[in-house]
């Protein structure tokens, strides 16, 4: 059992990744990290590595799926796509999100 | 639910195309980083820091790897695969171990599935396609004579049938067999009498035709309808399609076949194959005795019952015993002191069960045993390669294993020793599940039908076996391991001590089990031959040498009654004028056979039985002549002669408990006994002699005039020093010439019948006695290695003793001791445990007390002498110890 801290921040990079997927369409890993920290503006440390076996983890889980093609530099490069399970997820882990913060948000404006 | 499974089946499937995928990971790895330093570079970034700064933002590459690995496989599966992979190159490292190991293992695991597959086809799941036989259940009758158990009256049954209300249903299947010809010879074949519900109540329909209707089994020979087995069809009948309908004699009625059994189906009777089933209606064909069915005295139903969902078979006993208290006092004369019992079906009393269930207990005890050596063999070689390899271990731990890794892949080499253990014990089991059979001899051509059964009960039995095999084996260097001390072991070995503790003792350990547990055996094995021995020498109380018999079966072909009489008075003075011949005489039955006495009520005239009892007697149908040519010696009175017939006053003839039990030191010749109504004067009392069984306790029984009975079918005795091949021929041509249509059965000597009465004392004795042998031997050879390793292992000791002036004899003096002890210590604790075993032998004991001296002290001696053989080697070669040389190295 991992500790919750952990968890939050993994559904946190789950929620970002299939976002940029959502929003961007298909992108390799690369890419990815680096809209995730354009977004956030540098404010997310994040160690790019660790990206991968989520995208594993996504795939697996149907939520995504990869293919090989060539970057814009004519570099080979493996691209992800949301499918339509992932798009699922998404809606549901961002209504969860928003539930959790607005949640959060009032008990700390309460309190 | 779906998605974990979808998710587990691509990891899985992941595992079988590592090499490509680890490829695309790298490749895929390559690219980002190469991106990112592209990146930096046109963002104005040296290439030396492009590339740092890339590095430094991914993260660890290899823990990203590794991370990226385990969530792409199944870890778990991945250490085990590495661990078995491991394991298997261990053992092909050392094939003379590994297929030693290997081999003791099959033998023990093997003998354990077998025997589990034996109790399972015999004794648990009997009977091949009948519905859920857990909720069947025996029942049968008792009387104060026999506790034991007996048969039921037809009308009881009904009685038991109507009030019930614990049973799904109550059935009737009794042995019976008939004669058919095919081509020229006679063929003895078995069939069931059954009640109409037969197939209805075990829950199997005929394949063609249908089964017995409601009221089939009612009224005196009314219904002639048979079904037939499935392999009488395609054998007798060539698979006929049109069967039904059609007729075949049986016993020498006409019965017309209604049904064909379906395939797989083979009765419900342990230890033969039923081919032919008739309803109870038509018992009078069948049986001896005359028609029964209203007969409340004449017990012969052999029947089970089906409980209720969630009935015990206590609560159903309850009920049965209310129910028989009933009918006692409803029926005074013929159920005084009579009840009913129930069985499970592996306690059946009137089939086979009963009698294999003693050798099966004793066997399960045994091929644990022998299981138990096994591990124990395995364990010791496995632990004398932890030695070869501690300096393995000893590194592994230093560079950082964990002693629990260390366990699980001790652990894992156990259970690949055990997984191929199993495998070649299941297929020694699958072969051998038939083999029960082959140690008993066919009795007048049919062969019993013993089979095991490999069900999943069976394999997941197996399967536990085989685990607790690798835990108990895996167990002993795993152990050792775990008191490795690092400093001392990576330094060299240290000396030890021929009388010496520290680390022998697990083998010690081992060999003492080892010792205990063959010694266990080897009592066993000695009581079981005394007993045997016993049987043997055990005079029947008639003389089986030189007597042979056969079956001429007259009603198949249809004679009537008086034909009949004229055929056996023909062929008795044709065989007895036959050179060669001393005698000759026909009787219903012979001694011992498997066929059941007829059994009746009687009154003795002058003889008031006490309250609860209702005497009731076994007796045979003889001719003239039997006593002498069974060799059966008179006390008094006469013999039964040709003038003994239908036109005279009935006559029968007792034997000494008889004349004992009911004229109680009068002379009973000339009195009266009442046998179904008419009464038959005594003309003569006969020595007792054994009757169904060569261990039972001498019993009450009488004769009565063959001639004064009609009997048509019957067995032919003859006494005669010719070979049973020269009289059989001779037989032949006699029974030819006076009707070419008939032919005699296989002609059995009675001596053969005698042997055959003590076959499961004979399978018993087998059976213990070569596993008993060959645990002897493993026993032997644990003893050998330890004691050569305590041997090898002490060099500089011995080497010192010597230069300190012990000479051979005192070195021989104290290896041999040694070892001695050990044996000495495991036949204490051996003989403990045997003394609580043997009792399990039950019934397969005769005369024998299950603590009996003779069997204790030989199986010392044999223990003490393979003991020293063990010892001898190791010790002889201690004293070839050349002091210079060992103080030296």
Same mark, same amino acid.
């Given at each position: 059992m991992p500790a919750p801290k952990s968890e939050v921040l993994q559904g946190t990079l789950d929620l970002l990744v299939l976002k940029t997927l959502d929003s961007m369409g298909p992108m390799h890993g690369f890419g990815i990290a680096l809209r995730i920290q354009q977004v956030s503006e540098d404010l997310l440390q994040l160690n790019q590595g660790t990206l991968y076996p989520a995208l594993l983890r996504h795939e697996q889980r149907g939520w995504i799926t990869s293919k090989w093609g060539t970057s814009e530099n004519n570099r080979r490069a493996k691209y992800y796509s949301l499918t339509r399970a992932g798009r699922k997820q998404l809606e549901e882990e961002a209504e969860s999100w928003g539930r959790m913060s607005t949640m959060i948000n009032r008990v700390l404006r309460t309190s | 639910m779906l998605e974990f499974v979808q998710v587990f089946l691509r990891r899985l499937a992941s595992l079988f195309r590592r090499r490509g995928l680890e490829d695309d990971l %790298? &490749?895929?790895?390559?690219?980002?980083?190469?991106?990112?330093?592209?990146?930096?570079?046109?963002?104005?970034?040296?290439?030396? %820091?492009?590339r740092s700064e890339a590095r430094r933002s991914f993260g660890?590459?290899?823990? $990203?790897? &590794?991370?990226?690995? %385990?969530?792409?496989g199944l870890p778990m599966i991945e250490t085990m695969l590495q661990d078995l992979r491991f394991g298997l190159r261990m053992l092909r490292r050392s094939p003379g171990f590994s297929v030693l190991a290997i081999l003791c293992l099959t033998l023990g695991i093997g003998a354990n599935a077998a025997v589990f597959s034996w109790i399972e086809g015999i004794l648990f799941r009997p009977y091949p396609a009948v519905a859920h036989q857990e909720s069947l259940v025996a029942v049968g009758g008792t009387s104060r004579d026999e506790p034991q158990g007996t048969s039921l009256s037809w009308p009881d049954f009904l009685d038991l049938q109507r009030s019930c $209300?614990?049973?799904? $249903?109550?059935?009737?299947?009794?042995?019976? /067999?008939?004669?058919?010809?095919?081509? %020229?010879?006679?063929?003895?074949?078995? +069939?069931?009498?059954?009640?109409?519900?037969?197939?209805?109540?075990?829950?199997?329909p005929p394949m063609l035709g249908r089964g017995f209707l409601p009221g089939e089994d009612q009224g005196q020979s009314a219904h002639p309808v048979a079904v037939i087995s499935y392999q009488l069809w395609r054998g007798r009948f060539r698979g006929d399609p049109q069967i039904i309908g059609k007729t075949e004699r049986l016993d020498g009625a006409v019965h017309t076949i209604v049904g064909v059994a379906p395939e797989g189906f083979y009765g419900t009777f342990v230890g033969w194959r039923m081919n032919f089933w008739v309803?109870?209606?038509?018992?009078?064909?069948?049986?001896?005795? /005359?028609?029964?069915?209203?007969?409340?005295?004449?017990?012969?139903?052999?029947?089970?019952?089906?409980?209720?969902?969630?009935?015990?078979?206590?609560?159903?006993q309850q009920e049965f015993a209310a129910i028989s208290q009933r009918l006692e006092a409803t029926y005074p004369a013929t159920n005084r002191g009579r009840g009913v019992r129930l069985w499970p079906l592996w306690q059946t009393p009137f089939n086979n069960a009963a009698t294999l269930l003693p050798t099966l207990e004793t066997m399960l005890v045994v091929v644990v045993c022998v299981l138990l050596i096994a591990c124990a063999n395995v364990g010791n070689l496995l632990l004398v390669r932890s030695f070869a390899r501690r300096h393995e271990m000893s590194v592994r731990l230093a560079i950082g294993a964990g002693t629990a890794r260390l366990w699980r892949q001790l652990l894992t080499e156990g259970l690949v020793l055990s997984l191929f253990g199993a495998a070649g014990g299941l297929l020694a089991a699958y072969w051998?599940?038939?083999?029960?059979?082959?140690?008993?001899?066919?009795?007048?051509?049919?062969?019993?039908?013993?089979?095991? &059964?490999?069900?999943?009960?069976?394999?997941?039995?197996?399967?536990?076996?085989?685990?607790? $095999?690798?835990?108990?084996?895996?167990?002993?260097?795993?152990?050792?391991?775990?008191?490795?001390?690092?400093?001392?072991?990576?330094?060299?070995?240290?000396?030890?001590?021929?009388? +010496?503790? +520290?680390?022998?003792?697990?083998?010690?350990?081992?060999?003492?089990?080892?010792?205990?547990?063959?010694?266990?055996?080897?009592?066993?094995?000695?009581?079981?031959?005394?007993?045997?021995?016993?049987?043997?020498?055990t005079s029947p109380g008639f003389n089986a040498r030189g007597v042979q018999y056969t079956g001429i079966d007259l009603v198949s072909v249809g004679y009537t009654p008086a034909r009949a009489q004229n055929f056996q008075d023909e062929l008795l003075e044709r065989v007895r004028s036959l050179p060669g011949v001393e005698s000759a005489a026909f009787s219903r039955m012979v001694p011992l056979s498997y066929v059941s006495s007829a059994t009746a009520p009687i009154v003795v005239d002058g003889y008031t039985p006490p309250l609860e009892e209702s005497p009731t007697v076994d007796y045979n149908e003889v001719g003239p002549g039997y006593f002498v040519t069974l060799g059966i010696p008179l006390v008094s009175g006469r013999e039964f002669t040709r003038a003994d017939d239908e036109k005279v006053a009935l006559v029968a003839m007792v034997n000494e408990t008889m004349a004992q039990r009911y004229w109680q030191g009068r002379n009973p010749l000339g009195q009266r006994l009442q046998l179904k109504g008419s009464w038959l004067q005594v003309v003569g009392v006969a020595k007792d002699s054994k009757y169904s069984s060569v261990r039972e306790k001498p019993t009450p029984f009488f004769f009565i005039a063959l001639r004064q009975n009609n009997l048509r079918g019957g067995v032919l005795n003859i006494r005669t020093p010719l070979a049973p091949q020269t009289m059989a021929a001779a037989l032949a041509r006699e029974v030819r010439a006076l009707d070419p249509d008939i032919a005699p059965y296989?002609?059995?000597?009675?001596?053969?019948?005698?042997?055959?009465?003590?076959?499961?004392?004979?399978?018993?004795?087998?059976?213990?006695?070569?596993?008993?042998?060959?645990?002897?031997?493993?026993?032997?050879?644990?003893?050998?290695?330890?004691?050569?390793?305590?041997?090898?292992?002490?060099?500089? &000791?011995?080497?010192?003793?010597?230069?300190?002036?012990?000479?051979?004899?005192?070195?021989?003096?104290?290896?041999?001791?040694?070892?001695?002890?050990?044996?000495?210590?495991?036949?204490?604790?051996?003989?403990?445990?045997?003394?609580?075993?043997?009792r399990l032998l039950g019934n397969l004991l005769y005369k024998v007390s299950p603590r009996d001296p003779l069997a204790f002290g030989s199986a010392l001696a044999v223990m003490t002498i393979a003991s020293l053989a063990a010892c001898f080697l190791p010790a002889w070669r201690a004293t070839r110890t050349d002091p210079a040389r060992a103080l030296r190295d």
């Open positions: - | %790298d &490749e895929e790895l390559r690219s980002h980083l190469e991106m990112a330093v592209e990146l930096h570079v046109r963002k104005g970034m040296a290439p030396e %820091d492009a660890g590459v290899e823990q $990203t790897k &590794e991370a990226y690995r %385990d969530q792409r $209300t614990l049973c799904e $249903t109550l059935f009737v299947s009794k042995i019976t /067999g008939t004669t058919l010809s095919i081509g %020229d010879r006679a063929e003895r074949t078995t +069939g069931s009498i059954v009640s109409a519900n037969y197939f209805d109540a075990i829950g199997v309803p109870v209606s038509m018992e009078d064909t069948f049986e001896g005795g /005359g028609y029964k069915l209203e007969d409340r005295g004449a017990r012969w139903i052999e029947s089970y019952a089906r409980l209720k969902p969630g009935v015990t078979q206590q609560q159903a051998c599940r038939h083999a029960l059979v082959l140690l008993f001899p066919a009795r007048g051509g049919v062969q019993m039908y013993l089979p095991g &059964e490999l069900d999943w009960r069976v394999l997941a039995l197996s399967a536990t076996v085989c685990l607790v $095999t690798t835990l108990l084996m895996g167990l002993v260097p795993a152990l050792q391991t775990s008191k490795i001390d690092l400093a001392s072991s990576m330094k060299m070995e240290a000396a030890g001590v021929v009388g +010496g503790r +520290g680390r022998a003792w697990v083998r010690s350990g081992l060999v003492l089990v080892q010792v205990s547990l063959s010694f266990i055996l080897l009592v066993g094995t000695g009581l079981l031959m005394q007993s045997l021995l016993t049987i043997r020498s296989e002609l059995i000597t009675l001596q053969e019948q005698l042997e055959r009465s003590t076959s499961p004392q004979m399978v018993a004795v087998t059976l213990v006695g070569v596993l008993g042998g060959l645990a002897l031997l493993l026993a032997a050879v644990g003893l050998y290695g330890v004691m050569s390793y305590a041997v090898s292992q002490s060099t500089r &000791e011995l080497g010192l003793r010597m230069a300190l002036g012990a000479d051979a004899s005192n070195l021989l003096r104290l290896v041999m001791s040694r070892g001695l002890a050990l044996t000495a210590g495991g036949v204490l604790l051996g003989a403990a445990v045997a003394l609580a075993l043997t």
